[in-house]
């Protein structure tokens, strides 16, 4: 009696051996591997999105410069130069300025690069410029026009509630990086009111 009890008890196990073995013999033979809990985890994170860390604004530690008569600012790098001049001298000017120079000269070998802003109760439209063209100046959208010999973009906006507008004095640098940075400072030009 003994010996018809133990063949079930034997049998079991055999077949229970066999199943194991089977499961994985063929798991890693058809490549399917089942994960223990660490390799789940690991799982889980490899397929969540990445998170891309946003690019810095060249800008964000530029200097302001701030006008008050036409109520605009507008960011400049840390090495350039704000120049003001009065209507019609030359002496630096306070809230009445009605011309700006921004300035960089690394080198006094090489010419600067920069643009003016100037405050004009007209825009002067000369006859070899056609206002034809559009620009973002911050979020503003200018009115703008390239000499014939492609060297200058002048571009103007009216200043909101006065009877003045601003005309910028844009060269057209063949150095990209030149015309990247002014670029930039285009595009931190806002009104204040």
Known sequence: ??????????????????????SY???????????????????????????????????????VYLNISAKYSIKYPTDWEVINYGLMDAKPADETTKYVRLNYQPDISKSAVGFDIEETPTVNVSKNINFDEERNVGTELAKCGTTDDGITTFC?????????YLVFTISNYKNIDDNKVVNEILSTFQFTQ
Request: aromatic fraction near 8%; avoid cysteine.
């Open 1 to 22: 009696m003994r010996q018809k009890g133990f063949v079930p008890i034997l049998i079991i196990i055999i077949i229970a051996l066999v199943a194991i073995i089977g």
């Open 25 to 63: 013999y063929f798991g890693t033979k058809k490549g399917i591997i089942i994960p223990t809990p660490t390799e789940t985890s690991s799982l889980v994170t490899t397929n969540a999105p990445t998170q891309k860390t946003p690019a810095v604004k060249p800008s964000t530690n530029w200097k």
């Open 156 to 164: 103007w906006l009216k200043v909101a509630n006065q009877t003045k």
